[in-house]
């Protein structure tokens, strides 16, 4: 019991004092995850509304591959970003490797599936009469594409959320893809991974506060939007 009050209260000084080391990771945690999740969102919300929206010969199957990437291991998707990384993969000479952009690459991969996947699943289950009656009234592609997004805000919104939960607490891509790299791209995860093995498990307590508070934020935020809109 004494070990485990000794090293929250060793995170909570962490915290407090502005340990350079705990902010560093924290710092790229939060960078390489907005890269990745916004460039996930972009991708994924259009992808999932024409798979959601369109009906055309393969979907079945391309929903199924969708349905199967979402629970891709992350130590898969490191290995693989890793091998088009490295000096003799075909993108090598982009230099990415145990960069932050390389981690967020990665990231967006395992981010990608769940975005399209869920905001696919957010625009089929929105009311068919919807559509007709909006078309009926004249409505131009675009903004039939803006009314459908606006309907399935919610859908999309978990999806942005999982996607979100999914890249900041994933540790295989910024391990292998990163490098674990001291002040450069050591990330929350992998520091808490280090730290607790050399025995810090304070600053490993710390790091994982941070975690529950980003999650927390980020929920009250989510549930505060769907009161106001």
């Not at 916004?38 to 079945?60: A, E, N, Q, T, Y």
């Not at 230099?95 to 395992?110: R, S, Y």
């Not at 607490?169 to 093995?197: D, F, P, Y």
Request: charged share 10%; aromatic share 10%.
């Amino acid at each position: 019991m004494n070990f485990l009050l000794e090293g929250f209260f060793q995170a909570f000084h962490l915290l407090l004092s502005g340990n350079a080391e705990t902010y560093s990771a924290i710092w790229a945690t939060v960078k390489v995850s907005g890269y990745s999740l916004g460039c996930s969102l972009l991708l994924g919300i259009p992808l999932g509304f024409c798979l959601g929206h369109v009906d055309f010969r393969g979907k079945k199957p391309i929903r199924t591959l969708v349905d199967t990437l979402m629970a891709l291991p992350t130590v898969f998707i490191g290995l693989l970003v890793y091998a088009f990384l490295t000096h003799r993969g075909p993108l090598g000479h982009l230099g990415l490797l145990f960069t932050l952009p390389g981690v967020a690459a990665g990231q967006t991969i395992l981010a990608l599936p769940l975005v399209v996947g869920l905001s696919a699943t957010a625009v089929e289950s929105m009311d068919q009469k919807l559509r007709i009656t909006i078309l009926s009234m004249g409505a131009s592609r675009r903004q039939l594409f803006l009314t459908t997004l606006w309907e399935s805000r919610h859908g999309i919104v978990a999806g942005g959320i999982a996607a979100y939960g999914r890249v900041m607490t994933e540790v295989g891509i910024s391990m292998m893809v990163g490098g674990n790299i001291k002040w450069h791209t050591r990330t929350i995860t992998t520091a808490i991974a280090l730290e607790t093995n050399k025995g810090q498990f304070g600053m490993g307590v710390a790091l994982g506060l941070v975690l529950l508070a980003i999650s927390f934020c980020v929920n009250v935020s989510v549930s505060f939007l769907r009161r106001r809109y």
